[in-house]
């Protein structure tokens, strides 16, 4: 226990992780596999909530702009993340983790409602706190979402998963000679426009003082060796 740098933390996890080689959806398989990361740490004890989001499902702004209402597309959106909320709760309790599912809409017959002194009990009693439903508010994004709950929640950084391995200067998955930062500051990324997270998220954690770490998902073990302190990826924090 010990050795654990941090002891309470916010993953970000985009519902794309989830969807796997089909690229939409939920697969099985991949849920797994991530779970079993997740479940790695819990055991370890650390305290982990999760935000999970949506775009495997539906994505509010990108229906929008094919003629729907943006407030009922991003409604649905965020009943998207619901969904992916359930499948991470089933997997991570198969592998023996003590899991709720907290939602910022109410659904009673479905999750709890999300209530930070509650949250905060299932996460001292080593529950693993799975918020959905984003904020519950259009127009936000899960990232905003996951910023807000890290701090009501206390949680010493947030850590957002990638496919890649960090923040780079450009897309390194169309360009091979992208650099991967080690550090930033949140100055760096809200100035440079950075794909770390949206630009409302970014200036919460500057606000804030709240760490960030942006890694590879799909490295084995890549979320122990953050818990453990390990540089992985990079590091956007202040000055
Ligand atoms: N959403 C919203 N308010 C929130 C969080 C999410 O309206 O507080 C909606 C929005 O339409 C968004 C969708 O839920 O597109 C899914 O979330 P997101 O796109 O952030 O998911 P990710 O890209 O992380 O999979």
Redesign the pocket.
């Known amino acids: 226990m010990s050795q654990l740098r941090f002891s309470r933390v916010m993953l970000?996890?985009?519902?794309?992780a989830f969807a796997g080689d089909q690229g939409f959806g939920i697969d099985p398989l991949t849920t797994q596999a991530i779970c079993r990361e997740l479940a790695e740490v819990a055991t370890m004890g650390v305290q982990l909530s999760l935000v999970?989001?949506?775009?495997?499902i539906?994505?509010?702004?990108?229906v929008s702009s094919k003629g729907m209402d943006r407030a009922s597309?991003?409604?649905?959106?965020?009943l998207?993340?619901v969904m992916n909320a359930l499948a991470v709760q089933d997997a991570m309790e198969k592998l023996g983790v003590s899991t709720r599912v907290m939602t910022?809409i109410t659904m009673k017959e479905v999750a709890e409602p999300y209530i930070r002194r509650r949250a905060i009990r299932h996460l001292e009693k080593g529950r693993v706190v799975i918020c959905a439903?984003?904020?519950?508010?259009?127009?936000?994004?899960?990232?905003?979402?996951a910023v807000l709950r890290a701090m009501e929640l206390k949680c010493d950084a947030i850590f957002k998963a990638t496919r890649v391995d960090g923040v780079y200067d450009k897309d390194p998955e169309k360009h091979p000679d992208a650099v991967l930062y080690s550090t930033l500051t949140y100055l760096d990324v809200l100035q440079q426009g950075l794909k770390v997270m949206d630009s409302a998220a970014i200036s919460l954690c500057m606000d804030n003082k709240l760490p960030i770490g942006v890694f590879n998902l799909f490295v084995p073990g890549n979320i122990k060796r953050l818990m453990l302190g390990e540089r992985v990826g990079t590091l956007v924090q202040g000055e």
């Open positions: 970000k996890l985009s519902g794309e999970i989001g949506g775009g495997n539906f994505r509010g702004v990108s597309a991003d409604y649905m959106g965020m998207a993340t910022a439903a984003g904020t519950g508010i259009p127009y936000f994004t899960t990232d905003t979402a």
